[in-house]
C-alpha cells in the first residue's frame, strides 16, 4: 500500500504559478500527476521514474510544468508556471505506475487538489 497527500493547490490569475507536492509513505518506480478537468476525462501530466530522475511530459505542459522529487522525503513535485485557465483541473498524485496494454495506469491515487486559473 502506499498513501499519497496532496497539497499547494489554489487559484491563482493567469500567467501566475503553483507548486504542488506530493508525500507518498513510500517511493515506488514511477510516479506521475493527472488531471481532471471539468467534464473531462483524466488526463496524463507529468509523469517521473525515481530511480533515473526520466520525466515525461504532456504535450499541453512542456515548457510551463516541472516535475521532480526528493527521494530522502519521499515527495513529488509539479512546478507549474504561467499558467492558463485551461490548466483548471482536480489534480491527482500517482504512483506505482506502469503500461496496462495500451492505457498508462497508476496502482495508487491521492484525493486530488483543486487548482483553478481565472483570467
Known amino acids: 500500500q502506499v498513501q499519497l497527500m496532496e497539497s499547494g493547490g489554489g487559484s491563482v490569475q493567469a500567467g501566475g504559478a503553483l507548486r504542488l507536492s506530493c508525500v507518498a509513505s513510500?517511493?515506488?518506480?514511477?510516479m506521475g500527476w493527472f488531471r481532471r478537468a471539468p467534464g473531462k476525462e483524466r488526463d496524463q501530466v507529468a509523469r517521473?521514474?525515481?530511480?533515473?530522475?526520466?520525466?515525461v511530459y504532456a504535450d499541453s505542459v512542456k515548457g510551463r510544468f516541472t516535475i521532480s522529487r526528493d527521494n530522502a522525503k519521499n515527495t513529488l513535485y509539479l512546478q507549474m508556471n504561467m499558467l492558463k485557465p485551461e490548466d483548471t483541473a482536480i489534480y491527482y498524485c500517482?504512483?506505482?505506475?506502469?503500461?496496462?496494454?495500451?492505457?498508462?495506469?497508476?496502482?495508487?491515487w491521492g484525493q486530488g487538489i483543486q487548482v483553478t486559473v481565472s483570467s
Open positions: 500517482a504512483a506505482d505506475c506502469r503500461w496496462v496494454g495500451s492505457r498508462f495506469d497508476c496502482g495508487y
Open positions: 513510500r517511493s515506488t518506480n514511477c
Open positions: 517521473l521514474w525515481t530511480s533515473s530522475g526520466a520525466t
